[in-house]
C-alpha cells in the first residue's frame, strides 16, 4: 500500500527551494522566470503567454516546465499567472533584481523604499522598487536586494 | 429576518429602502394581512427556463440560444445576474479556452453583456422559484417576483428546465456561532466585494480549502487584518499557490487546529482554538485564545437540490459531491425527462467547471426541443474537456463524484 506523507508545503503553505527546480548561475546572471508551482492543478495561462515557448506542459494538469536557456526573463508570465506564483530574477554583479506580482493598493511607485519579505512574510530588509508595470489589474513590481535574498524575497511591504 | 412585518426575507439579498424596518426573527413567521400581495398569477409561456444565472446558468442560456431555442427564461434571486463569478476578483485558473487568468468580475461582466444582448434570451431577477412541478406537457414552475410596488405572482410553464442553483455554505457548530461577527466565507466576499463593505478589523479564517484561502487573501486586499487560518485536516487543502500568497503577506496557516467556541459579549470578541490529533480529537490542554472581532467558516458547500427533490429528480447521497445530488446522465439530464442540472447543484467543483456543465446541459436541452447545431460534436468536446479539468489529483474528488452519479444513474449504488 502506498504510504500517506504529507509534504511539508502542504502543512505550512511555504515552499523550500528543494520543491523547485532552479536555474544556474550563467541563467540568473541572463535574468529567467522561476516557477513556484508544484502542484498539479488545471491551469496553462503561462504556457499561452509565453514569447519564445520556454514553457511547456504535457496537459493541463501537468506541472509547467521551463526551459531556462530559452526564457529571456521578459515578465509576461508574472503578470499572467493566476496563482502568482511566477517571479523573474537577475543576478546581477553587486545587487539582484527581483520581479514579482502584487495586488495590493496602493499601485507603488518607481523609488519608493519598501520593506522586502520572505516566502513566511519574515522581513528581510529594505529595498527599492526600480520598476513598475501593470498587467490586468496585476503589478509587476521589480525591486533591488541584495543577491544573497535573491531566491529568499517574494513579497513586498510598502512603507 | 423580518423586514417591513414580512418574516422569512434573506436580508443579505434585500436592499436598503428609506424607512425600511429590519428585525431579528427567532420564530416561525405569520404573515400579517396588511402587506399586500398580487395573488393574480401572471402566466409565461417558455421553451427552456434557467434557475440560476451563475457560471451554469449564464453558460447554459447562452449556449441554447446559440442552438437557435426562440424563447429561454433565466432566473435569479438576486438583484444581479452572475451568480458567485461577480464576486470572485481573483484570476481563475483553467485553460486558455476557458477564459484562465480572468478575473471571475470580469467574466461576469463579460457573460452577462452576452447574455443581454441576446435577444432570445429573456432575465427576470430578484425573483425565486417557490415550487416546481412536473407536468404531462410542460413543467411548471411558480415564481414570486419581487417588485417595489409588492410581489408578483408567476407562472412559468416550460418544457424544459435546467436547475444550475449552485450551493449553500456548510456551518459548524461551536458554542458562541449564532453571535454577530460569525459569517460564511460567501457572506464576507458578499459584504467587501459586491457591497464595499468591511465585514470587520481582525477576522479569524475557519477552513483551508481554496475558498478560505482565497477570501482571507481577498480581505488582505480589502484591508482587514486576518489574525491566521486555521484548518483541522492535518494538510491544507486549497492550492499551494493560494496557501503560498497568504504566507508571504505574514498569514500563519494552522494545520490540525479547529475553533472550539467563539465567546464576546453580544459581539464575537474572540475564539478559543485547539489541537486536533490524528482521530480528529480536540487534544485537551492545547487551548489557545484569539482576539478577533470575525470568525470566518470556509468549511465546504452543499448542493441546492431542493427544486430538484420538489419536481422529482431522483436524488443520492454522495459525499465527494457535498451531500444529496440529482442523479444525471452524461447529458446533464436528470431521471425527469427535459429536467437537467449543472454546475454545482450536481456536485460541488469549479466555476470552470460548471460553465462547461452549464454547455452542455444547454446543448441537451435544445437538442430535445428539437434545435440541433452539430449538438453531437459539441457534446464531445465539452465531456472531454471536463474530463481534462477531472483528471489531476485535485480533479479526484469531482470525478469519483461524477463516476458514482454514472453508477447510480446505470441502476444503483454498486461501488
Not at chain 1, 528543494?18 to 504556457?47: W, Y
Not at chain 2, 440560444?65 to 485558473?93: M, R, T, Y
Amino acid at each position: 500500500m502506498e504510504v500517506l506523507t504529507i509534504k511539508q508545503y502542504e502543512k505550512t503553505g511555504i515552499l523550500s527551494l528543494k520543491d523547485l527546480t532552479l536555474p544556474n548561475d550563467e541563467q540568473l546572471k541572463k535574468g529567467v522566470a522561476i516557477i513556484e508551482c508544484v502542484q498539479e492543478i488545471p491551469c496553462d495561462p503561462c504556457v499561452a503567454v509565453c514569447p519564445v515557448n520556454a514553457i511547456s506542459m504535457k496537459d493541463i494538469n501537468d506541472i509547467p516546465k521551463i526551459d531556462f536557456n530559452k526564457c529571456t526573463g521578459c515578465k509576461r508570465c508574472v503578470g499572467i499567472c493566476p496563482g502568482l506564483a511566477i517571479f523573474v530574477i537577475k543576478i546581477r554583479d553587486d545587487n539582484a533584481l527581483v520581479t514579482l506580482p502584487y495586488e495590493f493598493l496602493p499601485i507603488p511607485k518607481v523609488g519608493d523604499n519598501i520593506t522586502a519579505l520572505d516566502r513566511a512574510g519574515k522581513p528581510r530588509g529594505n529595498a527599492k522598487i526600480v520598476k513598475v508595470n501593470r498587467s490586468n489589474k496585476t503589478t509587476v513590481v521589480t525591486i533591488e536586494i541584495e543577491k544573497d535574498l535573491a531566491m529568499e524575497v517574494r513579497s513586498i511591504l510598502l512603507d | 429576518m423580518t423586514v417591513d412585518n414580512v418574516p422569512n426575507v434573506r436580508t443579505c439579498i434585500t436592499p436598503l429602502e428609506e424607512n425600511i424596518r429590519v428585525l431579528e426573527q427567532d420564530r416561525v413567521g405569520e404573515l400579517s394581512n396588511k402587506k399586500k400581495f398580487n395573488r393574480k398569477r401572471k402566466k409565461i409561456d417558455v421553451d427552456i427556463v434557467i434557475v440560476g444565472s451563475g457560471p451554469a446558468g449564464m453558460m447554459a442560456a447562452i449556449t441554447a440560444a446559440k442552438q437557435g431555442v426562440p424563447s429561454i427564461l433565466l432566473v435569479d434571486e438576486n438583484h444581479l445576474i452572475g451568480g458567485q463569478l461577480v464576486k470572485q476578483s481573483h484570476k481563475f485558473f483553467g485553460s486558455e479556452e476557458e477564459k484562465a487568468g480572468t478575473r471571475g468580475i470580469d467574466l461576469a461582466v463579460e457573460l452577462m453583456e452576452q447574455v443581454n444582448s441576446v435577444k432570445t434570451i429573456q432575465s427576470m431577477l430578484k425573483t425565486t422559484i417557490i415550487g416546481c412541478y412536473n407536468g404531462k406537457k410542460n413543467h411548471k414552475l411558480i415564481a414570486i417576483k419581487r417588485l417595489i410596488e409588492g410581489d408578483q405572482l408567476i407562472e412559468i410553464n416550460s418544457k424544459s428546465v435546467i436547475f444550475a442553483c449552485g450551493a449553500m455554505e456548510n456551518m459548524l457548530a461551536f458554542p458562541g456561532n449564532d453571535l454577530p461577527g460569525v459569517y460564511g466565507a460567501g457572506g464576507v466576499q458578499t459584504l467587501m466585494n459586491v457591497y464595499g463593505v468591511k465585514p470587520g478589523k481582525k477576522v479569524l479564517m475557519v477552513g483551508a480549502g481554496n475558498v478560505g484561502l482565497i477570501v482571507s487573501y481577498q480581505l488582505l486586499q480589502a484591508g482587514v487584518n486576518v489574525d491566521r487560518v486555521v484548518e483541522i485536516l492535518p494538510k491544507i487543502g486549497g492550492y499551494n499557490v493560494h496557501a503560498a500568497k497568504l504566507r508571504r503577506c505574514g498569514v500563519p496557516i494552522y494545520t490540525s487546529h479547529s475553533i472550539k467556541e467563539v465567546y464576546g459579549n453580544g459581539k464575537v470578541e474572540g475564539a478559543i482554538l485547539v489541537a486536533i490529533n490524528n482521530s480528529f480529537k480536540p487534544i485537551p490542554g492545547t487551548e489557545q485564545k484569539v482576539s478577533c472581532d470575525t470568525v470566518c467558516i470556509a468549511v465546504g458547500l452543499t448542493p441546492s437540490i431542493r427544486l430538484l427533490e420538489q419536481i422529482g429528480a431522483k436524488t443520492e447521497f454522495i459525499a465527494e459531491a457535498g451531500g444529496h445530488v440529482a442523479i444525471h446522465d452524461s447529458s446533464m439530464q436528470t431521471s425527469v425527462k427535459g429536467v437537467y442540472v449543472a454546475g454545482d447543484s450536481s456536485g460541488i467543483e469549479e466555476a470552470s467547471t460548471a460553465m462547461i456543465e452549464g454547455q452542455l446541459a444547454g446543448i441537451s436541452a435544445a437538442t430535445l426541443l428539437g434545435y440541433d447545431k452539430q449538438a453531437d460534436m459539441l457534446k464531445k468536446k465539452y465531456r472531454k474537456a471536463l474530463e481534462g479539468f477531472r483528471s489531476g489529483p485535485f480533479g479526484i474528488k469531482p470525478k469519483i463524484c461524477k463516476e458514482k452519479i454514472a453508477c447510480c444513474w446505470n441502476g444503483g449504488i454498486n461501488y
